[in-house]
Nanobody, 118 residues
Framework: QVQLLESGGGSVQLGGSLRLSCVGS????????MNWYRRVPGIEREWVAV???????VYGNSVRGRFTISRDNAKNTVYLQMHGLNPNDTGVYFC????????????WGQGTQVTVSS
C-alpha cells in the first residue's frame, strides 16, 4: 500500500537548522509532485514548498530563502532543508505526493513535529 514516512523533526533554538526527510513507497514516486505542508498555530494546513517531477521547486512566501526542497528519486525520498528557523515555524510538517490528470492521486504522511524555541 502507499506510504509516506517523514522523519527529521525535533527541537531547535532560534536560528537553527533541521532537515526533514520523507520516504515514499507503494507508488511511482518519480512521476509525482512532492509537497511539504505544515500545521502551525492558527493555520490548519499551510503549504510550504513543492518540487515537481522535473525537479522544479516553488516556495511559500514565509519560507522562501530559508528552506530548500529537493528530491532523490533513486531513494524515493524528498527532503526539506530548513535554515534560519524561528518560533513561527513551529508545527507539524507533512509530506504530500500529488499527481493530477485524468485521475487525481493525493497521498499524505503522518507528520513530524518541529519545535523552535526563542
Amino acid at each position: 500500500q502507499v506510504q509516506l514516512l517523514e522523519s527529521g523533526g525535533g527541537s531547535v533554538q532560534l536560528g537553527g537548522s533541521l532537515r526533514l526527510s520523507c520516504v515514499g513507497s507503494g507508488f511511482r514516486f518519480n512521476v509525482y509532485d512532492m509537497n511539504w505542508y505544515r500545521r502551525v498555530p492558527g493555520i490548519e494546513r499551510e503549504w510550504v514548498a513543492v518540487i515537481n517531477a522535473n525537479g522544479d521547486a516553488v516556495y511559500g512566501n514565509s519560507v522562501r530563502g530559508r528552506f530548500t526542497i529537493s528530491r532523490d528519486n533513486a531513494k524515493n525520498t524528498v527532503y526539506l532543508q530548513m535554515h534560519g528557523l524561528n518560533p513561527n515555524d513551529t508545527g507539524v510538517y507533512f509530506c504530500n505526493a500529488y499527481r493530477g490528470g485524468e485521475f487525481t492521486y493525493n497521498y499524505w504522511g503522518q507528520g513530524t513535529q518541529v519545535t523552535v524555541s526563542s
